[in-house]
């Protein structure tokens, strides 16, 4: 079911895609990303040490000095890679401003790729796991609100569904704010977003509700900043059992005047069932889904949260 010409362009940390670029010639592949993710978004992949010329199979390197702005060398030469990793970091980084990707996955510990708790060595050869490798660091630095995850942390149901929502997301937001957009547009696509935005922080829900009801006294370009940056970091904020609850209530109240006493009963009846976790967000959310095309109520039916990514990749399935 792999659709080419949708899938979303993500960066990747080549080894996680199989490829031997490791520095003692292996890869580090990870069958959930290139088998589950790969149907849904085209990887782009980065080796930023064979990019700078260290070779395969190569002297490892590691991070050392200070923890901001370490030194990359290598573990028995001493050979010193950080000037040409810079470089080459900020210029391949830069390019994805015109060659966009939606997300980006990252190999853990590397310290080119590692985004946090990557091994720092004092001078005295302690190591400290508080770093970031160069290339990470200059990924985030040049996209503060791009969606970036390391291969470990994805293993962790609640970050996986996290990162999907912020990846899909995120490319739902570059596509509004492609050329030109029109205020139209926006209050449209905050709309559809509404619920998503409450079951992730209803305190940024509340802020983006004024900045759009405001939307005539901003110009657009800081209209797309201002939003931007109050949606990604909304979606940051994992959800939680109790604001989905709240959600689900929410939907509950459109839908109340249509049902019957029964399918009220039931409904609240599987609300309460995942509120104690005895049930995962798909079932009450599946009731609901239900309930809603059958009484065709369009405005919630039309909310992302109802479907915020793919079902086959089953992420409400374990939350
Ligand atoms: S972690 Fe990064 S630098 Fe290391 S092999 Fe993988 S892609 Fe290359």
Request: with cysteine; glycine share 6%.
């Amino acid at each position: 079911m792999t659709q080419e010409k949708t899938r979303i362009k993500v960066g990747i940390s080549t080894c996680l895609l199989g490829q031997k670029v490791r520095f003692d010639g292996g890869h580090k592949h990870d069958r959930y990303i290139t088998d589950i993710l790969g149907e849904y978004f085209e990887f782009i992949p980065v080796c930023p040490e064979v990019a700078v010329g260290m070779g395969t199979p190569r002297e490892a390197v590691r991070l050392q000095g200070d923890v901001e702005v370490p030194r990359m060398v290598g573990v028995r030469s001493g050979k010193d890679w950080t000037d040409p990793m810079n470089d080459y970091s900020r210029k391949r980084v830069k390019l994805f401003r015109i060659q966009p990707v939606s997300g980006y996955i990252l190999k853990k510990d590397s310290p080119s790729c590692g985004m946090e708790r990557v091994r720092v060595y004092s001078t005295t050869g302690m190591p400290a796991r508080n770093g970031r490798g160069l290339y990470a660091m200059e990924l985030i630095k040049q996209y503060p609100l791009l969606p970036i995850e390391e291969e470990g942390r994805l293993n962790d149901v609640k970050l996986r569904e996290n990162f999907i929502v912020r990846v899909f997301a995120y490319d739902r937001l570059q596509n509004l704010f492609n050329d030109s957009y029109k205020r139209g547009d926006l209050v449209k696509f905050h709309t559809v977003h509404k619920y998503l935005l409450l079951a992730h922080s209803p305190e940024c829900y509340k802020q983006l509700g004024k900045l759009v009801a405001d939307i005539k006294k901003h110009a657009p370009a800081e209209m797309r900043d201002r939003y931007s940056e109050l949606f990604i970091t909304a979606l940051t904020y994992k959800t939680t059992t109790r604001k989905n609850v709240n959600v689900l209530q929410h939907i509950l109240g459109f839908l109340k005047k249509h049902l019957t006493d029964f399918e009220k009963r039931d409904i609240l009846r599987v609300i309460e069932d995942y509120h104690k976790e005895m049930v995962p967000l798909i079932v009450p959310l599946t009731l609901l889904r239900h309930y809603l095309e059958k009484y065709e109520v369009a405005y919630i039916r039309d909310q992302v949260y109802l479907n915020p990514h793919p079902k086959e990749l089953m992420l409400r399935n374990h939350v």
